[in-house]
Nanobody
Framework: QVQLVESGGGLVQAGGSLRLSCAAS??????????MGWYRQAPGKQRELVAL???????NYADSVKGRFTISRNNAKDTVYLQMNSLKPEDTAVYYC?????????WGQGTQVTVSS
């Protein structure tokens, strides 16, 4: 079994910052998670991509977060991070970690991010 455990969500005022972390654990020996990334889902909306990072560090961002969010990963720890700066109320959502492997994709349980105006 593979688990993705997220942390770092919470309530913050507009303009503030949060850092999300997602660590893979369980039977992860020899699994290559590529890419790892973050998605989010706001109430009444579909889940959307926020950012992805590959094993070699290539990144991809949604236009709405470019210049404000930074994704990074620690390959040795199978951990992915999302640094979120200049947060806006429209960033409010449940944020999900996702890790792709050769045979299947894995999702975290989600962490709530709420940005107050």
């Amino acid at each position: 079994q593979v688990q993705l455990v997220e942390s770092g969500g919470g309530l913050v005022q507009a303009g503030g910052s949060l850092r999300l972390s997602c660590a893979a654990s369980g039977s992860i020996f020899s699994i290559n998670f590529n890419p790892m990334g973050w998605y989010r889902q706001a109430p009444g909306k579909q889940r959307e991509l926020v950012a992805l990072v590959t094993t070699d560090g290539t990144t991809n961002y949604a236009d709405s977060v470019k210049g404000r969010f930074t994704i990074s990963r620690n390959n040795a720890k199978d951990t992915v991070y999302l640094q979120m700066n200049s947060l806006k109320p429209e960033d409010t959502a449940v944020y999900y970690c996702k890790a792709d492997s050769r045979f299947r994709d894995y999702w975290g349980q989600g962490t709530q991010v709420t940005v107050s105006s």
